[in-house]
């Protein structure tokens, strides 16, 4: 599949020493494991030089196919996923997707690697991403330094006029957690109140009042954005 797309979509070929399939299965190597330049060339018998310049090539020509698989949502339709289900509707028919943050491992310079250093002290990149209710992408903005709040990302994205962000139109909103603020456009559930599906199944029947209820049917709304 991945393959054919970047044959279709892309100006990609065969290069003097690897075909363009031995070049996706070098990339798709170095990402499933992790691997290391040197761990790729002893794998592939290849150079470093080439391995460096496989896994670019495939890289950029992924990237450049983000318009092509990453759409904005469709503001003027209820998602299947709600109008079909009495527990999110009519409750929940004007929302349009889940957005969170998610940390991924980095490498940055030494000398700006504590910016990259996040709660657990690890070197990451934070990433923003919004995806709708069949867990299909449609915004994702990344390169973000570890050490900042998953808040703020968002809000820098809505107050850029070039971010691209996909704002919601009136009435409509998205799903967050608590890590951002309860605000129109944006729907955070209740503070103080048991929230993750985690706690709410530990809890099964035992579910006390509207809000801790509230809570449950978020939760597992926006759990699409969690898999």
């Avoid at 290391?36 to 470093?48: C, F, V």
């Avoid at 910016?115 to 657990?120: E, L």
């Avoid at 449609?138 to 973000?144: I, L």
């Avoid at 035992?206 to 926006?222: D, V």
Wanted: proline share 7%.
């Amino acid at each position: 599949m991945l393959i054919q797309v970047l044959k279709q979509q892309t100006s990609l070929q065969n290069s003097r020493h690897l075909t363009l399939e031995e070049h996706v299965m070098v990339f798709v190597y170095v990402i499933s494991q992790k691997a290391t330049n040197r761990m790729a060339m002893e794998d592939w018998q290849h150079s470093g030089s080439t391995i460096s310049v496989v896994f670019t090539r495939i890289c950029k020509a992924i990237a450049s196919l983000s318009q092509t698989f990453i759409k904005p949502p469709n503001f003027d339709a209820i998602p299947n996923e709600i109008r079909w289900n009495p527990k999110y509707y009519p409750y929940f028919q004007n929302c349009i997707g889940a957005i969170d943050g998610t940390h991924i491992a980095a490498h940055a310079p030494a000398d700006v690697a504590n910016n990259f250093r996040g709660r657990k002290s690890t070197v990451t990149s934070n990433m923003l991403a919004i995806c709708s209710f069949d867990m299909l992408f449609t915004y994702v903005v990344t390169g973000w330094e570890g050490a900042v709040h998953d808040s703020r990302v968002l809000t820098t994205q809505l107050e850029d006029p070039t971010s691209g962000f996909p704002h919601p139109p009136p009435g409509k909103y998205y799903l967050v957690d608590s890590g951002y603020s309860n605000k129109p456009g944006f729907l955070a559930p209740f503070r103080n109140v048991p929230y993750h599906l985690r706690d709410a199944r530990r809890r099964v029947g035992r579910i006390n009042g509207p809000t801790e209820l509230f809570n449950y049917r978020h939760a597992s709304l926006r759990n699409c954005i969690e898999r």
